[in-house]
């Protein structure tokens, strides 16, 4: 499997601290997690080839998905928020605008002070001097794994039409970034996230003229969102579409805490293409990958996808710091190989996970039982 990655991932965006439940804690999504899980990638060379090749696919991507003027803030927000007194340790919101406020007034924010809380919903995506940079370079590294996507891809059909493989051997492709960026909405960031590398490089795909589906519009793509926390951000951004269908498996009583109700199912053009499945946090290895094998057989064939993209987070695991049903490591392998059995080519995108001395063996867990190695 080719691993797609760049060291700016671990030198850029690195905040000291943040809130957790009104206490100052140290930064869960640190640049720790990236090395932890490229040392077992390193370590099972039969396994995985790593690149730091990155191609920059400029802006035009990433404002298919995201609102120029928060971009224009992302960029921005650190040296503002420095000339006007914020603390150098990054840009954390003092006031939210509380629905029940924001409907008496649509004053916009003209500082970063006021700013920081238009454009962000909680206090864990501290933005530091390199954060845009650091956002913007996992977005790029996501995209260059997206555009291999189709060259794999089509080797794969070319392959299965010559005889030479089968259904049984998708090819598969990982994207080791950070920040990661499911939570991320088209003019909100929160939950470690700025922009949304899954959406954007859905989106990236969607939009390429010579790649035509079956029925001769764009082709399709199929979401799975497997981290433990809902993905806010990804189904609010492809909510009224119908193409990509969002799948999320995650806690039901957990952070964000108002999205992923299983009564969120799209609209409009969307109605029937966003699956939430809410789970307990008693949910053990057998439940959560039974639960997945249903998702894949009720929602994720049926929809006869060309590409699949993961939202890849194993913050599921039981000893997760900060999430965690009572998933052991020995599920990680079973869950790379349900999503093996769909057949297609798939790009994982790395989200969450917060257990450093276990995140190396469970991501490669899934990547592993994906190339069916475990």
């Known amino acids: 499997m080719k691993v797609f990655t760049s060291t700016l991932c671990t030198t850029m965006h690195t905040p000291q601290y943040e809130f957790l439940s009104g206490a100052e804690t140290h930064y869960y999504e640190s640049p720790e997690r990236r090395e932890v899980i490229l040392k077992y990638l390193q370590e099972h060379p039969d396994s995985f080839e790593i690149t730091e090749r990155v191609e920059d696919f400029g802006l035009d991507p990433i404002s298919k ?23 150098p340790n990054g840009v954390l919101p003092g006031t939210i605008p509380h629905y029940k406020v924001a409907r008496l007034g649509k004053q916009k924010a003209s500082n970063v002070l006021a700013k920081s809380g238009e454009y962000c919903f909680d206090m864990s995506a501290v933005i530091t001097k390199d954060t845009f940079k650091a956002a913007w370079n996992a977005a790029q590294v996501t995209l260059t794994a997206t555009k291999d996507l189709i060259r794999v891809a089509e080797q794969y059909e070319q392959s299965i039409a010559d005889g030479a ?4 051997n998708p ?20 939950g470690y996230c700025f922009l949304n590398n899954v959406a954007i490089a859905t989106q990236w795909l969607m939009d390429q003229p010579n790649l035509k589906g079956k029925d001769g519009g764009p082709k399709k793509i199929a979401i799975l969102d497997i981290d433990f926390h809902h993905g806010n951000g990804t189904q609010e951004i492809f909510y009224t579409t119908s193409n990509p269908l969002y799948t999320s498996l995650h806690s039901n009583e957990d952070y964000p805490y108002f999205t992923g109700s299983d009564l969120e199912k799209g609209e409009g053009e969307g109605l029937g ?46 000893d997760d710091p900060i ?7 020995d599920a990680y392998p079973r869950i790379g190989n349900a999503i093996r059995k769909i057949g297609l080519p798939t790009l994982f995108v790395q989200e969450g996970g917060y257990c450093i001395e276990k995140l190396g063996l469970n991501v490669g867990g899934i990547l592993q039982g994906f190339l069916a190695k475990a």
């Open 323 to 329: 999430a965690g049903f009572l998933v052991t490591s």
């Open 65 to 87: 998905v995201h609102k120029k003027d928060f971009l224009q803030y992302l960029e921005h927000a650190y040296e503002e928020w420095i000339e006007e007194g914020g603390h």
């Open 171 to 190: 090819p598969g492709l990982y994207a080791l970034v950070r920040p990661p960026g499911h939570h991320a909405q088209t003019d909100v960031c929160g």
């Open 165 to 168: 493989t089968s259904r049984e």
């Open 273 to 318: 293409f966003n699956i939430n499945i809410p789970l307990p946090h008693s949910t053990t290895d057998d439940e959560y990958v039974e639960t997945l094998e249903k998702l894949i057989k009720d929602h994720v064939l049926p929809y006869d996808a060309d590409y699949i993209i993961v939202s890849l987070g194993v913050d599921t695991y039981k």
